[in-house]
């Protein structure tokens, strides 16, 4: 069978999307052939700037890009291409299918789709967040959208309790498909006698959004002061600290966590940078390495959380809380609504408290294993039913 990986990338300079996408294949990969299906797959999504394609030993795949370029020249193609597959999941690159990045970047998610359910092609959402729509219009067609699918499932409770909201009854609450990643565990990277603590600095919330936008994710926080207070708090500590850029798109500069990492760096030279990772892999196993993590970008601290490394994630949107409360684990600092002082003095107080903080990501591996097990199951489900030629979507 042909399964259409709607909003996956093997090149995307956002290593979460990579992160999300070889995950993603692999469970259904498992999940197929346990069911005596042999896939392939059809890769649709954006192409970037990194390379790093799962083993073409193991997988049979093709790409497409869907693009605003490729939709004005040739959406006849893209229709095909997704008519051609036996269905489609889409992952929306983890937190696309909302309002919040703007209205553009949401049509362009539901153009999408629309090209599924006018083929007539079973259309799942795969785990992701869901919302928030601050537009009535942008919920009411999301929700038009996700009753059509024969499935949707939410990656945290928040998102699941959007779906409630909205009414869609194909439904289903399980994780964050990243938690999957493979990875090699580092060995120890730290100066004898001293700890290795890892930042991911983000470069969209340095900037304030896309384009300059001035405090575009509405942060009661500094984000820019926060960055420098906390460098200056570690080194001060003498920690040794390692700057981690987790989405590094070549030529865009206002998006490249790398670049930032880079100023940063020439005015705090005893600051560690990570490589420019050449993939998600290799973005996890160093994190593997470090014993304490934080991280503005959301798959960089699931990176750290599944390696078992203590993490407090610094959050811009909701999806940070939902998750991380999905997986009983309390320690996300809120920059919505924490002010730059009590911001930095509640990451420097979870510091203090890592062994406890370790305790806690360890405990919450059960729930890992079974939210996973729980999503491997649904698949094989939905294996079922449409090697059974089942309808696509409720009518």
């Given at each position: 069978m042909k399964f259409g990986l709607l909003w996956h990338s093997f090149s995307s300079g956002n290593l979460g999307v990579g992160a999300l996408s070889i995950s993603n294949m692999l469970l259904i990969d498992e999940a197929a052939r346990r069911k005596g299906i042999t896939p392939?797959?059809?890769i649709i999504g954006s192409s970037g700037p990194c390379d790093y394609p799962p083993s073409m030993e193991r997988f049979n795949y093709e790409f497409i890009e869907f693009n605003e370029k490729s939709l004005l020249k040739s959406p006849h193609k893209l229709i095909k291409a997704i008519g051609s597959c036996d269905a489609i999941f889409d992952i929306g690159?983890?937190?696309s299918f909302s309002d919040i990045y703007g209205s553009k970047r949401l049509i362009k998610l539901l153009l999408s789709k629309g090209m599924a359910l006018m083929g007539r092609v079973p259309l799942i959402l795969s785990p992701q967040t869901i919302g928030p729509f601050k537009?009535?219009?942008?919920?009411?067609?999301a929700a038009w959208v996700m009753k059509k699918s024969t499935m949707v499932f939410a990656r945290d409770h928040q998102s699941f309790a959007v779906?409630?909201?909205?009414?869609?009854?194909?439904r289903d609450e399980v994780i964050d498909v990243a938690f999957a990643l493979p990875f090699e565990r580092a060995s120890e990277m730290r100066a004898p006698g001293r700890l290795a603590v890892g930042i991911s600095v983000s470069a969209l919330l340095h900037h304030g959004g896309y384009e300059g936008t001035a405090n575009q994710?509405?942060?009661?926080?500094?984000?820019k002061a926060l960055t420098d207070q906390l460098i200056?708090?570690?080194?001060?500590q003498g920690h040794e600290v390692h700057?981690?850029?987790?989405?590094i798109p070549l030529g865009f500069p206002a998006e490249d966590d790398f670049a930032i990492s880079q100023t940063l760096q020439q005015r705090h030279p005893a600051l560690k940078l990570a490589p420019r990772f050449k993939g998600p892999v290799e973005a996890k196993s160093y994190i593997s390495g470090l014993d304490f993590f934080i991280g503005a970008r959301m798959h960089a601290t699931i990176g750290a959380f599944s390696a078992g490394v203590p993490v407090v994630p610094l959050a811009y949107s909701r999806k940070f809380a939902g998750l991380y409360e999905s997986l009983d684990y309390h320690r996300v600092v809120d920059l919505k609504t924490e002010t730059t002082e009590s911001a930095l003095q509640k990451v420097l107080a979870h510091l203090e408290q890592r062994d406890r903080l370790k305790a806690e990501v360890e405990a919450s591996s059960e729930i890992i294993?079974?939210?996973?097990?729980?999503?491997?199951y649904a698949l094989e489900g939905l294996m079922t039913s449409l090697r059974q030629g089942q309808p696509a979507y409720q009518e």
């Open positions: 392939e797959f059809l690159e983890g937190d537009s009535d219009t942008n919920a009411r067609a779906l409630e909201q909205l009414g869609v009854p194909n994710f509405g942060l009661r926080a500094d984000y200056e708090a570690l080194l001060g700057l981690v850029p987790h989405v294993r079974r939210k996973l097990a729980a999503y491997s």
